[in-house]
């Protein structure tokens, strides 16, 4: 317990876990051993009946949208923070569903994201993989940004398409927190740190980066980076090697990631339908049917929603609505800065 946080291999070696696996073998596990269904969600069960068009002559595509910043969490928009967020658990699940709903002969992926969780990222890549096995292919079509985790998720795709100024690439992996401890000797506060282990205070925002964290941390960056690019050499079936000299972070508009291997065409979402209907056997001029997830939602539900949120500043005054119009402007990015996990994130650059 001294060492924590464990990596997951090291929970294993020391015994503190069983097995590692992702979600999908989990449940795999418990079909097996126990001879029983698992527990499906009424959501699921809903979205997986429910038919948009009674037309079933026509060959049906589904897109499904992931657009912001990749997190774990899907309840990560608030009033201060409404940047969209890709949720792992429920993008995962819109993957699941549309990959065995009968309905849809092809997937599209439109992809417009500078990354996020690299755990959120792993799981979708993980759902994407898993859905290969019904057949049906997927094709990634990036749009302006799909960086760093937005990439993750894309190379999991069969085909990826970018236009030529999309920002892609970014392979490669950063872990911050905020530190206040400073701020609480000026605010005269005081903190008592109880700690079981050198690791007790590795994300806390009350003590910096000790030498021992920063080692910590370190091999915990080497390591997700290693998986990072093993899995972009595997999925683009290229040598590590060549991996290694476009990745480290490096940053690559669609021309020039066509160039290295990192996508596949250039073209936006209607060449990638385009070339979904060649996939599926439709003619050019054959006219598909298209099912787009997540649905638009309904702007004045979502906003109710928002303000449902305990933590929505509400106030009458004009420095309250310059304060959140100003907190608005840095909210994205101070949200995916202070995780407690390792990100795979890309600034947002300007190309002239």
């Given at each position: 317990m001294a060492q924590g946080p464990l990596l997951s291999r090291e929970a294993l070696?020391?015994?503190?876990?069983?097995h590692i696996s992702y979600r999908d073998e989990f449940e795999e596990y418990i079909l097996t051993e126990f001879k029983t269904n698992y527990t499906l969600a009424i959501t699921e069960y809903i979205r997986a009946t429910r038919s948009e068009i009674n037309e079933k002559s026509k060959k049906t595509i589904a897109i499904?949208?992931?657009?912001?910043?990749?997190?774990?969490?899907p309840n990560s928009q608030t009033l201060i923070n409404p940047q969209k967020v890709i949720s792992s658990q429920r993008f995962s699940e819109?993957?699941?569903?549309?990959?065995e709903n009968e309905e849809f002969d092809a997937i599209i992926i439109r992809i417009d994201s500078p990354g996020g969780s690299y755990v959120a990222s792993d799981t979708i890549w993980r759902a994407i993989n898993v859905a290969k096995k019904n057949d049906k292919p997927i094709i990634a079509s990036l749009g302006n940004t799909a960086a760093s985790g937005g990439y993750f998720i894309a190379m999991a795709a069969d085909t990826i398409y970018a236009q030529p100024g999309t920002i892609t690439g970014s392979i490669g992996v950063i872990l911050n927190k905020f530190v206040f401890e400073e701020l609480f000797k000026h605010l005269q506060i005081n903190w008592e740190v109880l700690k079981f282990g050198d690791g007790g205070t590795l994300f806390s925002p009350s003590k910096?980066?000790?030498?021992?964290?920063?080692?910590?941390?370190n091999k915990t960056l080497d390591t997700i980076y290693s998986d990072f690019t093993l899995k972009v050499a595997s999925s683009r079936n290229l040598s590590l090697e060549s991996i290694q000299k476009i990745a480290r972070g490096r940053v690559w508009s669609g021309e020039d990631?066509?160039?290295?291997?990192?996508?596949?065409?250039?073209?936006?979402?209607?060449?990638?339908?385009?070339?979904?209907?060649t996939e599926i056997g439709a003619l050019k001029s054959t006219?598909?049917?298209?099912?787009?997830?997540?649905?638009?939602?309904?702007?004045?539900?979502?906003?109710?929603?928002?303000?449902?949120?305990?933590?929505?500043?509400?106030?009458?005054?004009?420095?309250?609505?310059?304060?959140?119009?100003?907190?608005?402007?840095?909210?994205?990015?101070l949200y995916i800065l202070?995780?407690?996990?390792?990100?795979?994130?890309?600034?947002?650059?300007t190309v002239k």
């Open positions: 070696a020391a015994g503190l876990v069983d499904i949208n992931a657009v912001g910043t990749i997190a774990r969490e819109l993957i699941k569903s549309a990959a910096d980066f000790s030498n021992s964290d920063l080692k910590r941390l990631a066509k160039k290295v291997g990192l996508i596949d065409h250039l073209g936006g979402l209607n060449m990638a339908i385009e070339h979904a209907k006219e598909v049917k298209i099912i787009t997830y997540p649905r638009p939602e309904d702007p004045f539900t979502n906003f109710i929603n928002i303000l449902k949120e305990n933590n929505a500043p509400l106030s009458s005054q004009d420095r309250t609505i310059n304060f959140v119009k100003l907190l608005n402007t840095y909210a994205d990015k202070n995780s407690d996990s390792p990100l795979i994130y890309s600034e947002p650059i």
